[in-house]
């Protein structure tokens, strides 16, 4: 199964500034989810996108998928200290598992 | 709903002894997942049931890891024996379907002296 590739790898920005992580991937994908996990804690899920959809938004988090370049982004407007976390994608490919990434991490300064 | 239960929250013990975790999923979610995250990385799935029914458990280390789920509903994973490089998150996850989004617990916190 394949794993995708968080870019970068550490993100420290300040509060207000929008934040924007990369996935990379290298074969096909039904779904691509991203996860948001803070410290000492199980992960959550943010937003899933499909293989034929292209943007979804929810929120202030907005998430991009060109399957031609095989990769996708997360962006999230107007950062608050309590989007410090770290932030991973999933990629569903066609054995049905969902693999993760290792994880960018995005530290939001107040 | 009630979320993905797990127990314990932290357990430490020495090597070559021998550890359980108990996960409970959310009701009537049919897929569970068992992950395994080191410190500093992302998850690794070690093994994932459909129902009671094993999908995949190509990562999963057989000579030490074991897990079930009886019924379809609980689920248990066992670590006989421990080794230092075991120390570890391990995270419980459940699903509606294959497809879906994951529910996560928020782990068993596992260390290995």
């Known amino acids: 199964s394949q794993q995708g590739e968080e870019d970068p790898q550490a993100l420290s920005i300040q509060e207000g500034e929008n934040a924007t992580m990369n996935c990379s991937y290298k074969?096909?994908?039904?779904?691509l989810q991203w996860y948001r996990q803070n410290s000492g804690r199980g992960l959550v899920h943010l937003i899933l996108?499909?293989?034929?959809?292209r943007e979804k938004h929810s929120g202030r988090l907005r998430v991009t998928l060109d399957t031609s370049k095989k990769s996708s982004s997360l962006l999230i407007t107007a950062s608050r200290a309590a989007d410090t976390a770290s932030y991973f994608c999933?990629?569903?490919?066609?054995?049905?598992?969902?693999?993760f990434g290792s994880g960018t991490q995005l530290t939001v300064l107040p | 709903e009630a979320g993905v239960a797990q127990s314990p929250r932290y357990k430490i013990i020495e090597k070559r002894q021998s550890v359980a975790f108990w996960c409970n999923p959310i009701?009537?979610?049919?897929?569970l997942y068992w992950y395994q995250q080191i410190l500093g990385q992302g998850p690794k799935l070690l093994i994932q049931?459909?129902?009671?029914?094993?999908?995949?458990d190509s990562q999963l280390p057989k000579d030490r890891f074991s897990a079930e789920r009886l019924k379809g509903v609980d689920s248990t994973l066992k670590i006989q024996p421990a080794k230092l490089e075991d120390s570890a998150v391990y995270l419980c996850?459940?699903?509606?379907?294959?497809?879906?989004?994951?529910?996560f617990g928020n782990g068993t916190r596992l260390t290995v002296t």
């Open positions: 996850a459940s699903s509606l379907g294959e497809d879906g989004h994951l529910h």
């Open positions: 074969t096909s994908i039904n779904n």
């Open positions: 996108i499909r293989s034929n959809e």
């Open positions: 999933a990629l569903s490919g066609s054995a049905r598992q969902l693999t």
């Open positions: 009701s009537g979610h049919a897929t």
């Open positions: 049931f459909q129902n009671n029914g094993v999908v995949d």
